[in-house]
């Protein structure tokens, strides 16, 4: 079936400095993929959708600045928390569709998610 | 954009028990699935049903999409069982899914 890999599973990072989180497709390419944040005990909220060959697409409220997304080939995407605070830290999760040209009709699989700790 | 509604919010049972989670959306969509979160925050894609029934062991789920609304059935439960079951839904033909607010199901021995 199809795999998502995401990493680093965990990281800590000291305040200011930047941290990247990769998410690959493992056994299929992936023209779209979406990133997720996810504080404690709440629910998933998209952050945006990365693009191969374009830019992200941001939600309402999520800081491009903030969050660089890089989608540099059909198997990855990279989410860039850049000048991490503490308020930043949270579950970080990227997820794609199984399929690459029907991707509204496809089921989403997930990767394994990256809590970050920003100290 | 589509709202999601889980309920209930929190679930405990014993071991043995049998368990309904539903999820209400307020649009139509063209995805729907149902995730089981584990206590490491992994996403367990349980199923994927915009419509109709399935049956995996002993869970089993139903969307009416007509009625906007599904229903995740899980019998005899197990203490593995316990955690976060998320609803996600996409109505944007674009692979967006908005995720409810999750059922935390805790069974206990």
């Known amino acids: 079936g199809a795999v998502v890999s995401q990493h680093p599973s965990r990281v800590i990072c000291k305040s200011g400095t930047s941290v990247k989180i990769e998410c690959r497709s493992l056994d299929f390419q992936a023209t779209t993929m979406f990133w997720y944040r996810q504080f404690p005990k709440q629910s998933l909220m998209l952050m945006a959708t990365s693009n191969e060959g374009s830019k992200a697409t941001y939600e309402q409220g999520v800081e491009k600045d903030k969050f660089l997304i890089n989608h540099a080939s059909l198997t990855l995407s990279t989410l860039t928390v850049t000048s991490a605070h503490p308020e930043d830290s949270s579950f970080y999760i990227c997820?794609?569709?199984?399929?690459?040209?029907?991707?509204?009709?496809?089921?989403?699989?997930f990767g394994n998610g990256t809590r970050l700790t920003v100290t | 954009g589509i709202q999601v509604e889980q309920s209930p919010p929190d679930l405990i049972l014993q071991e043995g028990a049998n368990s309904t989670l539903r999820c209400n959306f307020s649009?139509?969509?063209?995805?729907l699935q149902w995730f089981h979160q584990n206590p490491w925050g992994q996403l367990i894609n349980l199923f994927y049903i915009p419509s109709g029934t399935k049956q995996n062991g002993r869970l089993s789920a139903t969307t009416v999409a007509t009625e906007r609304y599904s229903l995740l059935y899980i019998s005899s439960s197990q203490t593995t069982d316990s955690g976060v079951y998320f609803c996600?839904?996409?109505?944007?033909?674009?692979?967006?899914?908005?995720f409810g607010d999750g059922t935390t199901l805790t069974v206990k021995p």
């Open positions: 997820s794609a569709p199984g399929q690459m040209t029907t991707s509204y009709n496809s089921p989403l699989h």
């Open positions: 996600a839904v996409d109505n944007t033909n674009a692979g967006k899914s908005t």
């Open positions: 649009d139509s969509v063209n995805n």
